[in-house]
């Protein structure tokens, strides 16, 4: 009985003592390998040679070898300079949708805490209202509405991801409005304006930063997801989702490759995306994790 | 009860302000869309239908007056119940919803309590070994299916189970050229199995690593330190302290939910040819048939709102605290 009790307190005692001097140097490590992992299949996606993607007959449905990583598809075109494209395609409307996204999310949530409790109400409800209707429903009307193409991805995008964020940023927010600090600056005669530049964006860009790179999985999936219904780019725009719904029809015939690797590749990225965001989530809010 | 008649009565005014306001947003953005609507109709057969034939299709379709009084007239007819016709399917909106729910209530519902009874498992057996190698292996998969695309998901099943061992049927919800009597439930099972699986995985990382954080919570309090201290241990100190506590938000989590369920669905219909909501929700998108696609998102709207109230409905049964704080709750 009483081993037990000591083993509870060793461990808090161990693991308050050991944990903080180590997790920041592994932390750096894990987010310094996936940044490098990312780097290189954008890298891959830009510097490869688009000469592979011509249509070679002669080379069709060629499983993976080192000449082609990934194999090649019905046309002879090489999957492996296909998918590093289409993945760099996927990557930047995400990219455009979240980052539109985070900054509907930061000004929503800002105003939230400025404007007082009746715009606070507006913009909850309007958070509320967003959160409503699911995220592939609503991509999907916007993408239709768009007539397809980049554009509607990247508005469907910013459109249905900032609720979440706009929360986080609305409660930071709040309890900054209530600091003295601020309390102090508004007696002065600081304008909201000024006190939104000066005292909350500098203490908010922390968490935004952080929410914006955990914006990009999801916003790279979402997109996938809509290209792979078809409602998003053309066929000639070789996006990853379009990639995989076109190996969709292949599937029957046993080339596992068209489908396997493309996601596979797909899952890699999003997954340095995460790992980036949460592993500096840690190193940005040290201070929560040395309480652990 | 009063308090229960003013949540009842606050939860409708709430429905009604969010339908209100998602079919203005909804009909807004379509009558700014560029896509013709009697182009989308017609379709390939473009170069045969003149513009006198185009004209009639407008009329038709009260596409010839202002969308002001197209708005007014969606919503009158709405609130009797007809939500007008599909353009693809012919039939009226309400009807081809309602059909196609009950395929993919099935799968929805399978897949709602099979990621939700896994993911819990999972979530408590992680947070029970907490540092050791099965936590470290649940929380890695959980991650990894968390940036996993669920159609990719779908499309991996499709190709082990039934291109390769050729267990279970490739698509659609029951066999092809069979008399829709002869279809038994079996049959409807077997072709629901893999779209099924396919959901539920994508669900699954949410619970257990929410599961698993509520538990670890719970196992660094006081009481259990104490329950540890009197010699508890294993499943005994999970069944007496840990369940009840985390068995709540669990299931509010998984109701709360229902707007990724439903996403999720489209997905996996739409790779298994599944003839639920989520398949009809894509070939209106990309078919351009406005009335299913405004149907389609006050319906999944109405689901989504479903699963959030009944998140609260259940909380408000289970925990007293929060009857009395109905007003400050929102504003925390």
């Known amino acids: 009985m009483t081993r037990v009790m000591f083993d509870s307190v060793a461990r808090l005692q161990t693991r308050s003592a050991v944990y903080p001097i180590d997790y920041k140097r592994r932390s750096l490590l894990i987010l310094l390998t996936a940044a490098a992992l990312l780097m290189m299949l954008i890298m ?24 082609h990583l990934f194999g090649t598809d019905w046309l002879g075109r090489d999957m492996f300079v296909r998918v590093m494209k289409g993945l760099l395609l996927s990557i930047q409307t995400g990219l455009a949708g979240a980052v539109c996204s985070a900054m509907i999310a930061a000004v929503l949530g800002i ?61 930071e927010a709040m309890q900054l409005m209530a600091a003295q600090y601020v309390q102090v600056s508004r007696r002065l005669g600081r304008s909201l304006f000024w006190i939104a530049r000066r005292h909350m964006l500098p203490h908010l860009l922390p968490q935004l930063t952080v929410g914006l790179i955990l914006l ?32 969709m029809r292949y599937l029957s015939s046993g080339m596992w490759w068209l489908a396997v690797l493309p996601g596979a590749a797909l899952l890699a990225a999003v997954r340095a995306f995460d790992v980036i965001g949460s592993h500096t989530k840690r190193l940005l809010d040290s201070q929560q994790y040395e309480r652990l | ?74 919503v009158s007819s709405m609130i009797q119940g007809d939500f007008g016709s599909s353009m693809i399917y012919r039939e009226p909106v309400a009807g081809v919803i309602a059909e196609r729910f009950w395929y993919s209530l099935s799968l929805m519902a399978a897949a709602w309590l099979l990621s939700g009874l896994i993911g819990f498992a999972a979530g408590s057996a992680a947070a029970m070994n907490r540092g050791g190698w099965l936590d470290r292996v649940i929380q890695w998969v959980c991650y990894t299916i968390a940036s996993t695309p669920s159609f990719w998901i779908g499309m991996l099943l499709l190709m082990v189970f039934a291109v390769w061992l050729g267990w279970l049927p490739a ?37 257990a690593l929410h599961t698993r954080q509520k ?9 259990v330190l104490y329950a540890r201290a009197k010699g508890e241990r294993g499943w005994q100190l999970y069944r007496n302290h840990g ?33 639920g909501l989520g398949h009809a929700t894509v070939e209106a998108g990309l078919r351009g048939d406005v009335p299913l696609l405004m149907g389609l998102v006050l319906f999944s709207t ?9 998140a609260d409905v259940l909380y408000r049964l289970v925990d007293p605290r929060i009857r009395g704080h109905e007003n400050d709750s929102r504003n925390v």
């Not at chain 1, 999801?218 to 990639?243: D, M, S, Y």
């Not at chain 2, 919800?173 to 539920?200: C, F, K, N, W, Y």
């Open chain 2, 1 to 74: 009860m009063p308090g229960w008649l003013k949540f009842a009565f606050g939860k409708s005014v709430r429905l009604a302000a969010l339908l209100a306001a998602v079919s203005i947003i909804t009909f807004v953005l379509i009558s700014f869309s560029p896509v013709d609507p009697v182009r989308a109709y017609i379709g390939a057969d473009m170069m045969t239908v003149g513009a006198e034939q185009r004209l009639d299709i407008a009329v038709y379709w009260g596409l010839d007056q202002p969308p002001l009084e197209r708005f007014l007239k969606w």
């Open chain 1, 216 to 247: 990009f999985p999801h916003a790279i999936l979402h997109e996938a997801a809509v290209t792979f219904i078809g409602l998003g780019l053309p066929p000639h725009q070789p996006a990853i989702g379009i990639i995989l719904s076109e190996s």
């Open chain 1, 111 to 171: 105003a939230s805490a400025l404007f007082g409790r009746q715009a606070d109400r507006i913009i909850t409800w309007l958070t509320d209202l967003f959160l409503s209707v699911p995220h592939l429903v609503a991509l999907i009307l916007v993408a239709f509405v768009c007539g397809g193409g980049m554009k509607g991805i990247v508005i469907g995008i910013a459109l249905t991801h900032w609720p979440a964020l706009a929360r986080l940023i609305r409660a």
């Open chain 1, 44 to 67: 891959a996606g830009w510097l490869t040679n688009p000469d592979a993607l011509s249509v070679q007959l002669d080379q069709r449905n060629l499983p993976p070898s080192f000449q």
């Open chain 2, 171 to 207: 698509g659609l919800g029951v066999p092809a050229g069979v008399a829709a009597e002869q279809v038994t439930i079996a049959d409807r099972i077997r072709h629901m199995v893999l779209p099924a699986a396919a959901l539920s995985i994508a669900g699954i990382s949410a619970v």
């Open chain 2, 215 to 223: 538990l670890i919570d719970i196992l660094d309090s006081d009481f």
């Open chain 2, 243 to 275: 369940l009840r506590n985390i068995a709540l938000p669990a299931m509010t989590l998984q109701l709360a939910s229902f707007s990724e369920l439903f996403g999720g669905a489209v997905l996996a219909e739409q790779v298994f040819t599944y003839p």
């Open chain 2, 302 to 310: 109405l689901f989504v709102f479903t699963g959030n109230t009944a």
